[in-house]
T-cell receptor
């Protein structure tokens, strides 16, 4: 079974631009969560999508948004990029919603650099 | 106070010894806890999850949960150089979010 895939793997943008990252979960998985990882803040939860609906959201500004399609693929968008948005963006999939006893499988991540 | 706290390390342990990684959490409503291993430049991979008080063993790994003390730990027996990585503790909070600690860097010295 193929794992979680994320595209692109690396991205360089300049301040003020916007970016869209894509995540394809493991086949059959319906929940997709997004995380931002930086050396200073660690791994921080952005949002979770299940069946095309956002179930939960972390403490990030409205510039960060996402969506999920009917095939469970998910995209996240960051508008008006700031230098502080430079990070590794990780997507994780799980079979069902809610992470209490669900194993999340992480993708390889997208490394975003904002210049 | 961070919701999930870990000592950043690095924790240095000789090969073959027991490595003990600790984590505390502030949300008493947290239901379950996860330990992830992350090698440098790679994404996290789940080692274990635990949601009942007590110990849970899987091979060389034992997770321990004490809800009264709000404490989670991971023991790695017979530590190997390949265990050198950053270990992330995470809790499923009462707000239905998975909250990660900042991670502990573990180094196994030959």
């Amino acid at each position: 079974k193929a794992g979680v895939t994320q595209t692109p793997r690396y991205l360089i943008k300049t301040r003020g631009q916007q970016v869209t990252l894509s995540c394809s979960p493991i086949s059959g998985h319906r929940s997709v969560s997004w995380y931002q990882q930086t050396p200073g803040q660690g791994l921080q939860f952005l949002f979770e999508y299940f069946s095309e609906t956002q179930r939960n959201k972390g403490n990030f500004p409205g510039r960060f948004s996402g969506r999920q399609f009917s095939n469970s693929r998910s995209e996240m968008n960051v508008s008006t990029l700031e230098l502080g948005d430079s990070a590794l963006y990780l997507c994780a999939s799980s079979p069902v919603a809610g992470g209490a006893v669900n194993e999340q499988f992480f993708g390889p991540g997208t490394r975003l650099t904002v210049l | 106070q961070k919701e999930v706290e870990q000592n950043s390390g690095p924790l240095s342990v000789p090969e073959g010894a027991i490595a003990s990684l600790n984590c505390t959490y502030s949300d008493r409503g947290s239901q379950s806890f996860f330990w992830y291993r992350q090698y440098s430049g790679k994404s996290p991979e789940l080692i274990m999850f635990i949601y009942s008080n007590g110990d849970k063993e899987d091979g060389r790994f034992t997770a321990q949960l004490n809800k009264a003390s709000q404490y989670v730990s991971l023991l790695i027996r017979d530590s190997q150089p390949s265990d050198s990585a950053t270990y992330l503790c995470a809790g499923y909070s009462s707000a239905s979010k998975i909250i990660f600690g900042s991670g502990t860097r573990l180094s196994i010295r030959p």
